[in-house]
């Protein structure tokens, strides 16, 4: 079993910053490929990013390339997003979640233990 338990959301206007984190337990955290996902209301669930166990390579989506990192701390058991020049648009629940072997990043059926997610809210 992982418990993951994501924090860092909240209300920014569009332009500004957010890092969220991810802090997991349970499981040995060091060996597991991360993910962020988000959806927003009415939408499907969205990859965002993930990283493998090393941190060595990143994966992101389209939609947030050259504004979103993602990095780890596996000491802290933490996973993070760092979120600039934020727009209306990136307003969602964000989750993140233990990617399975096997499958795409992009592909939210290939990830097991998501956390509770945090609510962003980019105001324009």
């Known amino acids: 079993q992982v418990q993951l338990v994501e924090s860092g959301g909240g209300l920014v206007q569009a332009g500004e910053s957010l890092r969220l984190s991810c802090a997991a337990s349970?499981?040995?955290?060091?060996?597991?490929?991360m993910g962020w996902f988000r959806q927003a209301p009415g939408k499907e669930r969205e990859f965002v990013a993930g990283?493998?166990?090393?941190?060595?390579?990143?994966y992101y989506g389209d939609s947030v390339k050259g504004r979103f990192t993602i990095s780890r701390d596996n000491a802290k058991n933490t996973v993070y997003l760092q979120m600039n020049s934020l727009k209306p648009e990136d307003t969602a629940v964000y989750y993140c979640?233990?990617?399975?072997?096997?499958?795409?990043?992009?592909?939210?059926?290939?990830?097991?233990?998501w956390g509770q997610g945090t609510q962003v809210t980019v105001s324009s």
């Open positions: 979640a233990v990617k399975r072997a096997g499958y795409r990043y992009e592909d939210a059926r290939g990830y097991s233990y």
């Open positions: 349970g499981r040995t955290f060091s060996t597991t490929v």
């Open positions: 990283i493998v166990w090393s941190g060595g390579s990143a």
